[in-house]
């Protein structure tokens, strides 16, 4: 096999990489800016320098040549090379900052030049704490600058477009904005202007940095430049715990980190996932945000006469059994949800199987040309191919209206989706069943509920999806409910303020805790009520019983979801449901 | 070596009376060279035209002096797809100013030249991308190549030789680093210019990906003359290593400044004193950067014996570049005179890689210091070190052409710097 000699350690290798990406893959470091492993390499930001050289091979025995003292003849390449660019070869040695003396320096130079010019506004940049400009700095830096004349002005707060903001001083000048938006967004919207340390990246003029991508150039961009125009301002990066989870937005299941904050999601980032997104995530997923702060519904509401109350848990639960109780399992239309989980979902199911019910039906939430080609897909609802994996009924939204105005239903139970602001339906065809839903948020559909049971959200749950490339993946917990508790639910992530905050602490307060369930629970717990048997005791429990009962979700398991970052599973396999 | 400069007759730009004129041209032996390449008993093959011309040394006249046949050779075979050949007239570098004089009085030359190398690498468009400011040379040219249309030495089946090619004019946008090869093809295709990374080489992948030679226009210009009389012939003139015709532009403190065709090899003495006519005032010359604001300047009490050849030149501690030769008399300061350069580099610099972004700033910025009376002796000891952190460390070769000259300026002329730097030097108490 190919061999490579780094910092005096042999390595092997198959596939001919770049030097960087192979240093980085083999658990060394190398600082770096301009680099991103899914872009164009432009090797402009001259940081990766590394020296290399290649062995000397006797073209006759094609042994290594060897010295006097016995080690291998090494012809180094005159200059320092750029890791990124450099194509590793069969006998190369490298040297990175670790055995060279030289490469040690001219890091450390290409910092304080880049420095000469840079604000260091580190105590208001939005990007302290997660600056790869800082990192590189602190690590492999200059002491001090020594440089003592005007900085070069550039323009700052520039609103390039609705949601990005450009800070022209602090741009070192990488370039990954505008490739991104070249090679992989494709809407060329942005540029390099003027030339020399004048230069910086702006919109052709008159135009608005609108691509439907754009807050990925502010992860991107190692530096400040590049601010979300809603997010800045608003937290330091330290203060926040970062959970990593699913997007529950779109079809697609982009693979997302959850980054919050007194128990608020304050913004949401692509986490990387080959197989899904990349390292990318379209502008509209993060806005989802909001979805787990605002509008929750908190408590159970109830209709009474015609109001709705909020209602004890309690009265809630006593409230559905009696329901059920008063009709025939034949005057009950079940309606599962695209938005919910699998295990949500499955227990939905399973628990009024064991009343008799059988058929759950489910309409998707699609829209024909909403999709593009790069990660949003037609679909809404994250979890479409859960409900067919468990067998659910399909049907669109007009049979869906029908079934609602048959009536010989009596009581609905909608799972966890807006239901009614996509199926048209009088409000008189409603009006002499018992409408039960459960909800995250406050819908079209709360509103026209006799009763709404709250549940967690995806932000506030474990919970498995099977996106549309029939992809199972799972969310973590990254909010506390006014039932779980960071120190003692050992998933979730801690971050300073969770360790050291005290009751007192306005970072720790009671008051953004959802007063909600997941509805797996709820139903657990009104099974009690009925003395059902229905024992499920966490969500691993309902995925234990899913994967015995339903072959194609064999194996499935939330460690090797975690381990193999989702599984790609094989719907198609014939499906048989029995509960 | 002995060159008999004063009998020299010159053959890139003959002095006849409107010779841009295709007529004219014709009429004194133009494209003679691609006739006989193409038609007739003495046709060649291209494999022949690239060997001949690399057998003439003719090297590069855009600064690099490579070997142009040479660097033709490294074409691949064609494989049915486009090929291109750009000639590269941005002519940007401070004290440049010969490929103009081609465009304005001969160019024709320049067009038969690129057109046998289109034939000598099976290109079919040829690209000529010319300085923004040469506005009224982009007409001419413009005029130029219309004619040689007309005239069917371009476009479909020259000459009934079955070789078609095209050729076109591209104009600059007042950027130098457009001048470097690799920007000047990114500029072609429209895009920012920025210069690209190498490898891979223009030969491999260069205009939209495709094979690509970048030559200079004088360099191209030169190439009817080594067909019609042989590499032989070629060798014959001037330097033995770096042999052939080449444009002298003489500015700064001379009597004649201008544009000057004699042989390469010529004592910079000579140049300097008899062509250019000597200092204004009798004043002693006090550096000489011999081939354009990028090249080490030389101190003028070290010129005897140098001749502007690469050889030469390299052992006197500079190089050919492109034969721009700026002569700077006893009353310049050279803080000043480097830092006027250092302010064309900073200003011209394109920015992507940081060493030569940043870098170019910080000397200017560190020389102007100086120029105004406020440095310290520490200040030039941080030059050098900035030289260092910019030299070889880039994407192109503007950053070292930005640290050469106050790297040698500081080496050379030392005394100025430390003059103006005084003020932090205090006498032992
Ligand atoms: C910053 C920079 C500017 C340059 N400008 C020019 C130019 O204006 N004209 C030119 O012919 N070559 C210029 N060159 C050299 C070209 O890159 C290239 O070497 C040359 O055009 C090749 O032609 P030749 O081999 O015929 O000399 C420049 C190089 C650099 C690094
Ligand atoms: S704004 Fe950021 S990503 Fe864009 S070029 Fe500047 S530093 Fe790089
Ligand atoms: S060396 Fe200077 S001009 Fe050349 S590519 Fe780098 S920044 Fe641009
Ligand atoms: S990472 Fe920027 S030059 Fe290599």
């Known amino acids: 096999m190919a061999e490579i000699i780094i910092d005096d350690k042999k390595f092997e290798f198959e596939e001919v990489g770049k030097v960087l990406q192979f240093i980085l893959d083999n658990g060394m470091d190398l600082p770096f800016f301009c680099y991103h492993p899914s872009l164009s390499i432009p090797a402009n930001c001259r940081q990766c320098f590394i020296e290399a050289g290649q062995m000397v091979k006797d073209r006759e025995s094609g042994e290594y040549e060897l010295d006097e003292d016995g080690n291998p003849v090494i012809r180094w390449f005159p200059k320092l090379m750029t890791a990124c660019s450099l194509d590793m070869a069969d006998g190369m040695v490298i040297k990175t900052h670790v055995t060279s003396e030289k490469v040690k320096v001219a890091q450390a130079d290409t910092l304080e030049l880049i420095l000469i010019n840079h604000p260091l506004d580190c105590p208001i940049c939005d990007q302290a704490g997660e600056c790869p400009l800082q990192i590189q700095t602190y690590k492999y830096g200059p002491e001090g600058s020594r440089f003592e004349h005007k900085k070069v002005h550039k323009p700052k707060r520039i609103q390039l477009g609705p949601r990005v903001i450009l800070d022209a001083e602090r741009c070192i000048n990488c370039t990954r904005c505008v490739r991104f938006t070249d090679e992989v967004s494709k809407t060329h919207q942005l540029s390099i202007v003027s030339r020399g340390d004048k230069n910086y990246p702006i919109t052709a003029e008159g135009q608005v940095f609108d691509d439907p991508y754009s807050l990925n150039t502010v992860d991107i961009c190692p530096v400040g430049a590049l601010t979300s125009a809603d997010f800045r301002f608003k937290a330091r990066v330290w203060e926040m715990n970062q959970t990593p989870s699913i997007d529950v937005t779109n079809g697609k299941g982009v693979n997302i980190d959850l980054w919050t904050r007194d128990n608020l999601v304050m913004r949401i980032t692509p986490r990387f996932n080959k197989e899904v997104n990349d390292h990318w995530m379209p502008d509209i997923g993060r806005e989802a945000y909001r979805l787990f702060n605002e509008n929750r519904v908190s408590k159970p509401i109830i209709k009474l006469d015609g109001d709705q109350v909020r209602s004890s848990w309690n009265n809630a639960f006593m409230t559905v059994s009696e329901k059920i109780s008063s009709v025939k399992s034949d005057e009950i239309l079940l309606i599962g949800s695209p938005y919910a989980s699998l295990e949500d979902n499955y227990a939905f199911q399973n628990w009024f199987n064991r009343l008799g019910v059988s058929d759950v039906y489910f309409t998707p939430h699609i829209e024909k040309g909403y999709g593009d080609d790069l990660l949003l897909v037609d679909d809404h609802a994250p979890n479409t191919n859960g409900c067919k994996a468990l067998g659910f009924k399909e049907v669109d939204a007009k049979k869906m209206a029908k079934l609602l105005s048959d009536e010989s239903y009596k009581a609905v139970f909608i799972l966890g989706d807006d239901l009614l602001s996509r199926v048209d339906i009088d409000d008189s065809a409603l009006e002499s069943k018992y409408l039960v839903s459960f909800a995250t948020n406050h819908t079209e559909t709360t509103k026209k509920s006799d009763l709404v049971i709250p549940i967690t959200s995806s932000a506030e749950h474990i919970g498995s999806y099977i996106n549309v490339d029939e992809r199972i993946q799972r969310t973590i917990p990254a909010k506390e409910t006014m039932y779980t508790n960071r120190k003692l639910d050992l998933e979730m992530s801690m971050g300073r303020l969770d360790h050291f905050g005290t009751k007192f602490d306005n970072w720790v307060s009671d008051k953004n805790r959802v007063d909600c369930i997941p509805a797996w629970e709820v139903l657990v717990r009104i099974g009690n009520e009925m003395n059902l048997e229905f024992n499920f005791a966490s969500p691993q429990d309902v995925l234990e019983d899913i994967t015995d009962k339903i072959p194609a979700l064999e194996n499935v398991s939330y460690d090797r979801m975690d381990k193999e970052n989702g599984i790609a599973l094989k719907l198609s396999a014939p499906k048989s449901v029995t509960t | ?429």
Request: with cysteine.
């Open chain 2, 1 to 429: 070596m002995n060159i008999d400069w004063k009998n020299y007759k010159p053959i890139l730009i003959p002095a006849i009376k409107d010779l841009h004129k295709i007529d004219v041209y014709e009429k004194n032996g133009g494209y003679k060279a691609l006739k006989k390449v193409l038609s007739g008993k003495s046709k060649m093959t291209p494999e022949e035209v690239v060997n001949e011309v690399k057998d003439a040394n003719i090297r590069g006249r855009g600064g690099a002096g490579f070997n142009a046949g040479l660097k033709w050779s490294f074409m691949p075979k064609p494989d049915g797809g486009p090929r291109y050949l750009a000639c590269n007239g941005d002519e940007s570098e401070p004290g440049t100013f010969k490929d103009r004089k081609i465009f304005e009085y001969n160019p024709h030359s320049f067009i038969e030249g690129a057109i046998i190398a289109a034939y000598a690498m099976q290109i079919q468009t040829i690209y000529v991308y010319i300085r923004g400011e040469y506005r009224d040379f982009i007409d001419m040219m413009d005029v130029a190549i219309s004619d040689a249309y007309k005239k069917g030495y371009l476009g479909k089946d020259i000459l009934k030789s079955g070789f078609s090619v095209d050729m076109y004019t591209h104009m600059g946008a007042g950027a130098y680093i457009c001048g470097e090869e690799s920007s000047l093809m990114n500029s072609l295709e429209g895009k920012r210019g920025y210069p690209r990374v190498k490898p891979p080489f223009p030969a491999q992948k260069g205009l939209w990906g495709r094979p690509t030679t970048i030559n200079n226009i004088e360099t191209l210009a030169n190439v009817p003359l080594v067909i019609n009389n042989g590499a032989k012939w070629f060798k014959g003139i001037g330097a033995e290593t770096h042999p052939g015709p080449v444009l002298y532009g003489i500015s700064g403190h001379v009597n004649r400044p201008g544009v000057y065709e004699y042989p390469t090899g010529m004592l910079l003495t000579d140049l300097i004193n008899e062509v250019a006519g000597g200092v204004p005032g009798g004043k002693k010359v006090k550096a000489v950067v011999p081939g354009g604001s990028s090249t080490p300047p030389l101190r003028g009490d070290s010129l005897d014996g140098v001749r502007m050849d690469a050889d030469s030149l390299r052992e006197a501690g500079s190089m050919m570049g492109t034969a721009g030769i700026c002569v700077v008399d006893e009353t310049v300061d050279m803080v000043d005179f480097t830092w006027r350069i250092s302010g064309f580099y900073h200003h011209e610099s394109c920015g992507q890689c940081t060493p030569c972004r940043d870098g170019t700033g910080w000397l200017e910025k560190t020389l102007d210091k100086i120029r105004r009376g406020d440095g310290e002796m520490r200040d030039i000891d941080l030059l050098y070190e900035i030289c260092t952190k910019m030299e070889g460390r880039t994407i192109c070769a503007l950053a070292d052409a930005a640290a050469w000259p106050v790297r040698y300026a500081l080496d050379r002329f030392r005394e100025d710097f430390e003059a103006r730097c005084k003020k932090t030097v205090y006498a032992l108490a």
